[in-house]
């Protein structure tokens, strides 16, 4: 393949923002001029991905073709290239037997030199963890092979190379095709970059894959990156970074990153970043506990929309140790973010004064005092509120709804407590010094909701919560084979009841970045009412 | 078809309790044993619907499959019965085009006397609206049909028969099949009575349909009952009312009770009433502002689960005026239910004290105060919280996130606000007094979060709203499309701007029962994130 010469466009596009993404898709294409033959983006890439029932709207279906009518028309600019861009086309219904109200195709068009060479769409419609593409999309029927400098080039879309059994890609074999050019909307996780590559050498038959992602933030989506081009042995021969842009061709092939903190990390900046800069959010507001997960999420913060643009706010009750003050008001020193103190013991007080509650009331009203206070600053300064909850305690619904669980996004709610640790240890060491104060990451996890009150009063050690959770929650693994692995029949039980118990509270929670699997969200979609397995 | 007696058996199951589900079918057994020959159970009545992704875990399909084994057994008992009944069964994954992680047919086995005589999965799966069957099943290939007395009866699943043009049908009549048994789980809407009819005859070629349904609620669904046998020529002969039970022989039709507040006002008790159950949860608290949505709220809490387990609570602020306070006392006398007034001025002016504040955060201040107060009650007591909002003030986000927004069930939620006086005054006529305060219905609505507020100072009248809402969201509709119905397009698209600002909050809303085409809720999947028709 090296006669043809490839550019991977990763473009981060905003949905439903034409102007914004064909302006992405211009500037990439004026780069790639002269330096390649055949230009990339990934799925959907002019409408942005993914776009949910807003695919049912026979209005962002003519916008998206009006876009690309525009940019076939504006590809005469650059005669030498071959343009491969992602899209909604309109579709008539499909066959009553696949039930969905889908009025569109999943598409990527093949352009050159202000001519349409050809449309392809998605055949494979992913239903399974974050993806509605069945319920959204109308399956296409058709192959497209089309020609360039004499080579035979093929286009599938993300799902279509996820099954090494595929009659597609034996067809493309059959046909000769020498290049396989694959649009793509894959979301990061953290073994993402070696399934990938697993998944298209396992498609591929005597043919080279060109696999171009997105770059950027949706909503609960990460997409890292990672176009990479494989020959036709499987080879890989370029791999782009985690980065937006026109990627044609690298120095050095950068390194997997899988299961990596610093990547982990990047994702989590982005998926803030972009939640932020694509719903207009200049700035945001969270409060600093003194503990290990505001800290962290802080600094996320810091790193998504510069310090400047972050309050923290230590909001200590009578309860609060003079350390939690400390490391705070330490945490918002090192990150250079503003800092507020605000002592709650007097909206507490009335409250207390006014209600006669329980214990577990009592601790909760102090999480719901904090979110009160925050709520009013996020409203009077046009602050985004973060909310700082962990993987683990959202699990367990080790939160107050209302209260610590309140917010506009949640950067870590998919990072698992012992990870959250992980992140800290490698944020510091990468910086070269503290800026997560190290006692944050080393003193015993509290809520301090009540005196010398400790997460392990109510809740197993977080190494062996986690491995529970990770089993149970990503794995779908039933009590019995947790307890199959060597776990307590009780623990994990009991465990497996607080996941249930607290679904209620996890649907009213606050979108955050996916990093694993299976996130709590859209990738998780279970009954609040059920008794099955109930103690 | 006279020779064959039909019993319907109306179950309410609850999702993964096959204890009770299997007690429920037993004792409805007992009942239609000796009246009728063939008896039709609800789409997964064994094991509850909707499961959601519990259809992954290979323990809940184990189970039922002993719980249908065990039932089989027990039919032994009623030797004269043929018995149709709804379970999940497991599967071999579907192909591969068909890419989803589903392990679990949806299936529904005939059995008599100990054997079972076939049988059937479900071959049709939507995948629109609430429903992700395609997700979470994987579809049969094969029509069953059996002999009883003579006679060949087929049997399909719900959203097998909502296709005219199904193939299926033409195998059933080519087979010579005389009568078709549906096993359904049809939740209500302010339409379906008639829109299950026109299924159910558009579908039949010259054999009857019995459509059988379950009956209760699970989450935001409720299933209305509503069981029905039509005949060759498509003539209803027998009708079963919203009402669990074995049904085997009507006295007269009931009517139809299609865009009836009667009926819409039961599908909302019922909604509650087994959210309430089917969580274990007795008792409720409400927030009483003297208006009519938390008036409406309350009596159809004080249907659910009885006026004693009700506790209404008016929280007036510095700018209730006196006639909401009278109003909300006046209310839970003719209601019954416990009644408490607690003022929020302390607590608001230790807040404001410590914050400066915007008017609109001010203004939201008032709305968490009260949440605080209202979650302390119900974390003390153990009683839900209930969310008073409708579906206009949600549609257009006219409501605080966590504030009046919160709680565990909203009863309302999909109800707009013209809807809500429609069922106001219904009731009150119902009742033959105003059990509702007539001033509650008839004063100018507003929120009092500062002196002299009503809802039009921010928002077009309701009548007007509800007309655009409707189109927008339960018809798709482009801005365009209803600016061609003659509504202003200034006004269209700052509701349509609206709508899609407000998704934030309602990704993080309480469930309430579904009553209209589309719900805010699982069946409304749209980017938080998004662009598209920004003003």
Redesign the interface.
């Known amino acids: 393949m090296q006669e043809i010469r490839i550019g991977f466009g990763q473009i981060n596009p905003?949905?439903?923002?034409f102007e914004?993404n064909a302006a992405q898709v211009l500037k990439q294409l004026s780069q790639a001029d002269g330096e390649v033959d055949l230009v990339v983006f990934g799925e959907l890439a002019l409408c942005?991905y993914?776009?949910?029932?807003?695919s049912?709207?026979?209005?962002?279906i003519e916008k998206t073709e009006q876009a690309l009518a525009d940019l076939v028309a504006e590809s005469k600019r650059f005669p030498s290239l071959t343009i491969v861009l992602g899209h909604v086309s309109s579709a008539t219904r499909r066959d009553?037997?696949?039930?969905?109200?889908a009025i569109a195709h999943n598409s990527a068009t093949v352009f050159s030199n202000g001519k349409v060479i050809g449309r392809y769409d998605k055949?494979?419609?992913?239903?399974?963890?974050v993806f509605?593409d069945?319920?959204n999309f109308v399956?296409g029927e058709q192959d497209l092979i089309f020609e360039l400098q004499g080579k035979k080039i093929a286009v599938a879309i993300c799902?279509d190379i996820?099954?090494s059994?595929?009659p597609q890609a034996q067809r493309l074999k059959d046909a000769g095709v020498d290049l396989l050019v694959v649009p793509n909307g894959s979301p990061y996780t953290r073994a993402k970059q070696s399934e990938r590559r697993f998944a298209a050498r396992s498609f591929q038959k005597d043919f080279a894959v060109a696999y171009a992602n997105l770059c950027g933030g949706?909503?609960e989506l990460v997409f890292d990156g990672d176009s990479f081009l494989i020959d036709k042995d499987g080879k890989e021969v370029f791999r782009a970074p985690f980065a937006e842009g026109m990627f044609t061709k690298s120095e050095e092939i950068v390194e997997i990153l899988d299961d990596n903190p610093e990547k982990l990390f990047q994702a989590l900046v982005v998926g803030l970043r972009?939640?932020c800069s694509?719903?207009n959010q200049s700035k945001v507001v969270l409060g600093l506990s003194g503990g290990i997960d505001s800290a962290l999420s802080c600094v996320i913060a810091a790193e998504a929309i510069g310090p400047k643009n972050v309050l923290g706010v230590a909001l200590p009750s009578r309860f609060s140790s003079s350390h939690s003050i400390a490391d705070a008001k330490e945490l918002a020193s090192q990150v250079g973010c503003e800092f507020r103190e605000?002592p709650?013991e007097?909206?507490h007080?009335?409250?207390e004064?006014?209600?006669?509650?329980?214990e577990?009331?009592k601790e909760?009203?102090q999480a719901?005092?904090r979110?009160?206070?925050l709520?009013?600053?996020s409203?009077?300064d046009n602050r985004l509120l973060l909310s700082t909850g962990n993987k683990s305690e959202i699990a367990v619904g080790y939160s107050t709804?209302?209260g610590d669980s309140?917010g506009?996004f949640a950067p870590i709610k998919d990072v698992f407590k012992t990870d959250v640790w992980w992140l800290a240890r490698w944020y510091n060491e990468s910086k070269g010094k503290s800026i997560i104060p190290v006692s944050s990451i080393t003193k015993a996890p509290s809520a301090e909701l009540r005196p010398g009150q400790t997460d392990q009063d109510s809740l197993p050690e977080y190494q062996l919560l986690d491995d529970v959770l990770r089993l149970l929650i990503e794995k779908?693994a039933?009590?019995?084979e947790v307890v199959g692995l060597g776990f307590d029949r009780t623990l994990v039980a009991e465990i497996d009841e607080k996941v249930r118990q607290a679904q209620?509270k996890r649907?009213?929670?606050?979108?955050g970045t996916k990093t694993t699997q299976l996130a709590f969200g859209?990738g998780?979609?279970?009954?609040?009412?059920?008794?099955?397995?109930?103690l």
Chains 1, 2 share one sequence.
Do not use: C
């Open positions: 905003v949905v439903g923002d914004h942005g993914p776009l949910g029932d807003l049912y709207r026979s209005d962002i009553v037997k696949q039930s969905a109200f055949q494979r419609l992913p239903t399974y963890d509605d069945w319920r399956p799902e996820w099954d059994a595929s949706q909503d972009d939640y694509k719903t605000i709650i007097q909206p007080a009335s409250f004064s006014m209600l006669t509650l329980s577990l009331a909760n009203l719901r005092i979110m009160v206070t709520m009013g600053i409203n009077t709804i209302y309140a506009g779908s039933t009590v019995d209620w649907s009213q929670g606050a979108i859209s998780r979609r279970v009954p609040i009412t059920t008794r099955f397995g109930k």
